[in-house]
């Protein structure tokens, strides 16, 4: 659905992207992490055709971002992380606004909506005023403003930040469940690394430079450790970091007949993150 090579997007002398290259898989959950200033949001807004690289070659759904751009467009959805909806406007009056631009009118128009609507769960709110929402009813109707046109890629920047963890959990039960009923694409940045757990595929960005990329399973056996805790029966406490779960088996022997406790901690994203990008400085 993407792919992306050798790409560069310089500011002057500054060099935002320093040539990245990678691909995303039709119809997977594709994760994009960095922290602020990593290049996410400079990378974001040169395959969503919004700012133009300064060298190397991208293409959406096989269609060159800078010679393709209004098909690119047709194909893709986003849902930025500041809302681009009018907060005087109901729901309803939003979306129909939206939709227009897609080039839809009349029953097709007031269709697209509704699905839309119906789909975010939104059918008790399309009369309120958008500004009038609270924070995850807000954005389930910047989601329904980007499926509007049903994409077959959805960009989400950020979606669930600020929101408490029952909504968060709620917009991604329907994220999951739009993605697997219509098979949609879906490149998600994001802070909270339990959500980039559930990805296909995962790239980690800093400084304009991918510094790994794999599924998740595979960015936790080669980034992070995990740890295993035995507390002995003389009060002793020993702590060993391990590969993998089965490797605390040899110490576990080691000191048969003489433990008390034994815990295994997995490495987590959070720690894949850390080890790859601690240290570095966190400028916007």
């Known amino acids: 659905m993407i792919l992306v090579e050798n790409l560069v997007k310089n500011y002057g002398t500054i060099e935002a992207v320093k040539g990245i290259s990678f691909s995303v898989k039709e119809g997977s959950l594709f994760s994009f992490l960095g922290t602020n200033g990593a290049g996410k949001s400079t990378t974001i807004n040169i395959l969503t055709t919004l700012l133009a690289k300064t060298s190397g070659m991208a293409t959406v759904g096989g269609f ?35 939709g227009s631009l897609y080039g839809l009118t009349g029953s097709k128009l007031k269709k697209a909506v509704d699905n839309a609507i119906e789909i975010t ?26 499926l509007i046109h049903m994409p077959k890629l959805l960009f989400l920047d950020e979606p669930t930040t600020g929101l408490d963890p029952k909504t968060r959990r709620d917009i991604w039960i329907m994220i999951r469940e739009l993605q697997e009923s219509n098979g949609m694409t879906v490149f998600l940045t994001t802070h909270y690394m339990e959500e980039a757990a559930e990805s296909d595929d995962i790239v980690v960005i800093n400084k304009g430079e991918i510094k790994a990329q794999g599924t998740p399973l595979e960015l936790k056996m080669q980034y992070c450790t995990d740890l295993v805790k035995i507390t002995l029966t003389n009060g002793e406490y020993i702590e060993h970091k391990i590969k ?12 048969k007949g003489n433990i008390t406790n034994v815990e295994v901690i997995n490495g987590t994203l959070d720690d894949v993150f850390l080890n790859l990008t601690e240290g570095l400085e966190h400028a916007d």
């Open 64 to 98: 060159d971002i800078d010679r393709e751009d209004e098909k690119v467009r047709s194909l893709i959805g986003v849902v930025f992380q500041d809302s681009v909806l009018d907060p005087l406007l109901t729901v309803q009056e939003n979306l129909l606004f939206r």
């Open 121 to 146: 769960d939104l059918s008790e709110m399309t009369g309120r005023r958008y500004g009038k929402l609270s924070g995850g009813q807000r954005r389930r109707t910047d989601i329904a403003r980007a």
């Open 244 to 255: 993998s779960t089965v490797d605390a088996l040899p110490i576990i022997e080691q000191h």
